[in-house]
């Protein structure tokens, strides 16, 4: 079985570039399953209803959130309705949605996604250590091949977990924080890990915003927009190769013109 696995879908223009460039990604790397973490599409905070639909109608499997997925209220009842479209299980203890889907993968086989957030310099209502043994063991009962993507700040949060997990999952992905890591590997239990897949969106900014308006909040600390940055448009992500097993062979990066 082999995935790709898309970062962080920032604004309308990393949308509109990874939709443009799905059909010459599949060419290229035939994947059998496609998971997108688009929680900054909707101009960089949240994904609303239509986008969500228009990833899935583009042959997405899943759509993972993180700690903007409530942002866009109209999200609300698809979370609900739709079981592909997930949002960290550990975002909040009584919301809508949730945090994990199996879905069936163009090989056939059965595939696990898990979305949990950080708790280290961000909001969770828990540790995603507190409950992600359980969701692994459950997951494991419907599928042998279990990706999970954490979305947290802390590199260190992120190597923990994936070290946590070793040789129980097939990949733990790191997004968030918008800059692709040098580090795909797979672990020696058979885990392949990045701490971050990276971001699908304008590079020519920081970390998908106008550079001046970050700028101006860094040299005079006063409030102002953030609004998604024009210019280069990179895709970013991972393609993970597994056997039945659920033990992964192989990963890379990736990351192309949007």
Sequence with gaps: MRALVIG???????????????????????P??????????????????????????????????????????????LLEAEPRVLRPANLAVRAPGRGAVTVTAASG?????????????????????????AMVEAARREASIVIVDIHAEATSEKVALARHL???????????????TADARVLPGGTAYITDLGMTGPHDS?????TDQVLRRFLTAQPGPFDPADGEVLVQGAVIEAGPDGRATSIRAVSVPG
């Design 206 to 210: 920081v970390i998908g915003v106008r």
């Design 166 to 180: 070793d040789g129980r999952v097939t990949a733990v992905v790191g997004t968030h924080t918008h800059v692709q």
């Design 8 to 30: 962080d879908v920032f604004g309308g223009v990393g949308l509109r570039a990874l939709l443009g460039r799905l059909p010459s990604l599949r060419e290229e790397h035939e």
């Design 32 to 77: 059998d399953l496609v998971v997108v973490n688009a929680e900054n599409a909707a101009s960089g905070t949240g994904t609303s209803a239509r986008q969500a639909r228009d990833l899935l109608a583009a042959g997405v499997d899943v759509v993972t959130g993180g700690n903007h997925t409530f942002r866009q209220k109209d999200i609300f009842p």
């Design 109 to 133: 086989d059965p595939v696990a996604v898990i979305n949990l957030m950080g708790s280290v310099f961000m909001t969770a209502s828990a540790s995603p250590f507190t409950m992600v043994d």
